[in-house]
């Protein structure tokens, strides 16, 4: 215990705050004001993996890391769609994962937002023309934002939430200036 | 393995390792199965392609691996309705290979288990999408299939159904629990629901270009992957790539191995309840990440090995931060291994926890990490090093208790290895003797030619196998993930245990997904 304590003490808080010098840094923390302003409340979100080549997973993962820290933001992942305020789909909708994908959306009370993340969800990516698929999110679900990437970095996911929740009412796709892979 | 006294005739077969290729009769399919069991080999890998065009109906490709190499052996079926003879009684991995195999192409293996495995209701069960004339439809629905779970009769068993979508962020999968109170009893799998259909989309692609698809099988082994399929390319181009691409690739190979240990490291023990030890090493993997961005312009370095070497270079200021980020991390992760061996709770949950024995792991043809943890000791930078590794003597990590805490103490070995072998490849590079093109072009490829690219990703060996058609496009590409020999042992780790250590023990497989669904 011990030492566990001591690891954290030594390695201390890494969770990135704004100001810094122009670099990915300076946008993330940019993005944790602009959210923390924006939201009344806590953002919950539900993923589903649609058939995606788990790249974007690992990315999705990732912000909930000490630099990035989700949770601090106040947006969780649930396990349940029916705790869920924004539905976030990854992959190209692999034909097996269409009424896994639709009977999650249905489960999920309004209001809603559907976030389409990675090439894959947004346009179908390099699975797009496949007897196995059924192309980008948006032949299947109505999005409210489409976040391309392959796969999109953290930070271009949180640029993605952000626009989600400050404006669901018409498609917008993440910040193109932002550094994305 | 020498096939000679089974009176077989091998070719030699273009690929990353030493390999052969051997036609067999369905009688000598079996024979030769066993005598590769009976000499420690193991089962790779097991695919079919349509010949019915060059009038040779049906070829099934068997891949085994053992201490010369790899043979794949290769049947030919004249038509559909011909069979070729079960293989699972001698490796139980073929079973959902050859499942797979029917489902997308309609050859079927002499075996009681018929049920398909890719297939889930979203074609019509009589079309088969890797047949040459399989046209696909728009009119076709996605559906709902009927799957045949075995299940347990007894009092107070329950079933628990599980997925595809899942509690946290990971890729879907079905798993069919039948339980007593929290007990598990039997453990059925039920995977496919990332097919993408991938094996066609490849036929579509020129041979140059469907790096990219190789790349995107599993994002999580995109260096694998692509190094694996480039080297089949390369084979069949009768190329070699130039020295400093080689270390290139293997720095690439072995930051995707770092990056991948250490994210599973800390999701294993937070899967035990130490969210401490999530948070440390997923701001590690994040300094790893950001690192192979800066260097290389891709986090998860997807693209940067193409066909021919790599894509781009690496400055030496960089090639100096890796070095010392070596350092730096390997003194972190030590730390780390102290607190998580000390850690009697974390231990607790994982020792004696999803248990693979040895004996059991060399019946079910384990490979890999989870096959090291296992007692099964074979690694392809040991076995059969490709350039750069013949320089580098890497040290295969090893265990025998085969439990969670097996699993991630091979990965603690693995990573510090790994980080030696950046400490070395970062000191060669910085070299004048690897100084030089990190890429050479490829020439035309002629058509029918067959090779394979085979390379020790960070969760097991990687097999592509690659068949040219003219005007440089792809014939036939078959890409095989270790995941497919390692998912059925998840459910015999599984049995005894309680429900809430499946994710446990789940995530120390941590087994692919879409690399497995294609």
């Given at each position: 215990m011990y030492q566990t304590l001591r690891r954290i003490v030594r390695i201390g808080i890494k969770t990135e705050d704004a100001p810094a010098p122009a670099t990915e840094d300076v946008v993330v923390a940019r993005l944790q004001e602009r959210i923390l302003r924006t939201l009344g409340r806590a953002l919950t979100i539900r993923h589903v993996d649609a058939g995606s080549c788990n790249a974007c997973e690992l990315e999705a993962q990732a912000l909930s890391n000490p630099y990035y820290n989700l949770e601090g933001l106040g947006i969780r992942h649930v396990a349940s769609p029916r705790h869920a305020d924004a539905l976030m789909v990854t992959g190209p909708v692999s034909k097996h994962m269409a009424i896994a994908l639709k009977r999650t959306y249905d489960a999920m009370p309004d209001p809603k937002l559907v976030i389409a993340v990675g090439e894959c969800a947004c346009t179908g990516g390099i699975f797009a023309n496949s007897y196995a698929t059924l192309g980008p999110l948006s032949n299947v679900l109505p999005i409210d934002v489409a976040i391309p990437g392959c796969p999109p970095s953290p930070t271009a996911l949180l640029q993605g939430i952000l626009a989600a929740i400050t404006n669901p009412a018409r498609p917008l796709h993440a910040d193109p200036r932002s550094p994305v892979d | 393995m020498n096939v000679a006294?089974?009176?077989?005739?091998?070719?030699?077969?273009?690929?990353?390792?030493?390999?052969?290729?051997?036609?067999?009769?369905?009688?000598?399919?079996?024979?030769?199965?066993?005598?590769?069991?009976?000499?420690?080999?193991?089962?790779?890998?097991?695919?079919?392609?349509?010949?019915?065009?060059?009038?040779?109906?049906?070829?099934?490709?068997?891949?085994?691996?053992?201490?010369?190499?790899?043979?794949?052996?290769?049947?030919?079926?004249?038509?559909?309705?011909?069979?070729?003879?079960?293989?699972?009684?001698?490796?139980?991995?073929?079973?959902?290979?050859?499942?797979?195999?029917?489902?997308?192409?309609?050859?079927?293996?002499?075996?009681?288990?018929?049920?398909?495995?890719?297939?889930?209701?979203?074609?019509?069960?009589?079309?088969?999408?890797?047949?040459?004339?399989?046209?696909?439809?728009?009119?076709?629905?996605?559906?709902?299939?009927?799957?045949?779970?075995?299940?347990?009769?007894?009092?107070?068993?329950?079933?628990?159904?599980?997925?595809?979508?899942?509690?946290?962020?990971?890729?879907?999968?079905?798993?069919?629990?039948?339980?007593?109170?929290?007990?598990?009893?039997?453990?059925?799998?039920?995977?496919?629901?990332?097919?993408?259909?991938?094996?066609?989309?490849?036929?579509?692609?020129?041979?140059?270009?469907?790096?990219?698809?190789?790349?995107?099988?599993?994002?999580?082994?995109?260096?694998?992957?692509?190094?694996?399929?480039?080297?089949?390319?390369?084979?069949?181009?009768?190329?070699?790539?130039?020295?400093?691409a080689s270390w290139l690739r293997a720095l690439c190979l072995e930051r995707e191995r770092l990056a991948n240990h250490l994210g599973d490291l800390g999701a294993i023990g937070n899967d035990g309840g130490l969210a401490f030890g999530l948070a440390q090493f997923s701001r590690l993997r994040e300094d790893v990440l950001r690192e192979n961005a800066a260097a290389f312009g891709h986090r998860l370095l997807m693209d940067v090995v193409v066909p021919g070497g790599v894509a781009r270079d690496l400055a030496w200021e960089h090639v100096h931060r890796m070095h010392d980020e070596a350092d730096r991390i390997g003194r972190e992760i030590v730390a780390l291994r102290d607190i998580y061996d000390e850690h009697a709770g974390l231990q607790d949950r994982f020792r004696n926890c999803g248990r693979i024995a040895p004996e059991l792991a060399a019946r079910l043809g384990l490979v890999g990490l989870a096959g090291r943890a296992s007692g099964r000791a074979h690694d392809l930078r040991c076995d059969f090093p490709c350039a750069p590794y013949d320089v580098l003597s890497v040290r295969i990590a090893s265990e025998t208790e085969g439990d969670v805490w097996a699993r991630v103490a091979v990965r603690f070995d693995e990573v510090l290895?790994?980080?030696?072998?950046?400490?070395?490849?970062?000191?060669?590079?910085?070299?004048?003797?690897?100084?030089?093109?990190?890429?050479?072009?490829?020439?035309?490829?002629?058509?029918?030619?067959?090779?394979?690219?085979?390379?020790?990703?960070?969760?097991?060996?990687?097999?592509?196998?690659?068949?040219?058609?003219?005007?440089?496009?792809?014939?036939?590409?078959?890409?095989?993930?270790?995941?497919?020999?390692?998912?059925?042992?998840?459910?015999?780790?599984?049995?005894?245990?309680?429900?809430?250590?499946?994710?446990l023990i789940n995530k120390s497989f941590n087994l692919s997904y879409s690399g497995h669904d294609l």
């Open positions: - | 006294p089974l009176g077989l005739a091998a070719a030699p077969l273009a690929a990353g390792v030493p390999a052969q290729r051997v036609p067999v009769s369905a009688g000598q399919l079996l024979t030769a199965s066993r005598l590769a069991w009976e000499n420690g080999g193991r089962l790779i890998g097991l695919w079919g392609s349509d010949e019915r065009d060059r009038h040779r109906g049906f070829c099934i490709r068997v891949a085994l691996e053992d201490r010369d190499g790899l043979t794949v052996l290769e049947h030919t079926l004249p038509d559909a309705n011909a069979h070729y003879p079960d293989l699972t009684s001698i490796f139980p991995a073929a079973d959902r290979m050859q499942r797979a195999t029917y489902d997308l192409l309609g050859i079927a293996a002499e075996s009681d288990d018929q049920r398909p495995w890719l297939w889930m209701a979203s074609w019509p069960i009589d079309q088969f999408p890797l047949r040459r004339d399989f046209v696909p439809s728009p009119v076709w629905e996605p559906g709902q299939e009927e799957y045949d779970f075995v299940k347990v009769e007894g009092d107070g068993v329950h079933e628990i159904p599980v997925g595809p979508v899942h509690a946290g962020i990971i890729e879907p999968g079905h798993f069919r629990f039948q339980i007593v109170g929290e007990k598990v009893l039997r453990l059925e799998e039920r995977l496919g629901y990332a097919h993408k259909g991938i094996e066609k989309r490849f036929e579509t692609l020129p041979i140059l270009d469907a790096g990219r698809l190789a790349g995107r099988v599993s994002g999580d082994s995109t260096v694998a992957y692509a190094w694996a399929y480039a080297q089949a390319v390369e084979c069949l181009a009768r190329a070699v790539p130039p020295p400093r290895e790994t980080l030696r072998l950046i400490a070395v490849i970062t000191a060669a590079l910085l070299d004048p003797a690897t100084s030089g093109d990190s890429c050479v072009t490829l020439g035309t490829i002629p058509p029918d030619r067959l090779a394979t690219g085979y390379i020790e990703g960070w969760r097991g060996p990687v097999l592509v196998a690659l068949e040219s058609a003219a005007d440089g496009m792809i014939r036939r590409c078959h890409p095989q993930d270790p995941s497919w020999c390692n998912w059925p042992a998840i459910e015999h780790a599984i049995i005894g245990n309680i429900v809430p250590d499946f994710p």
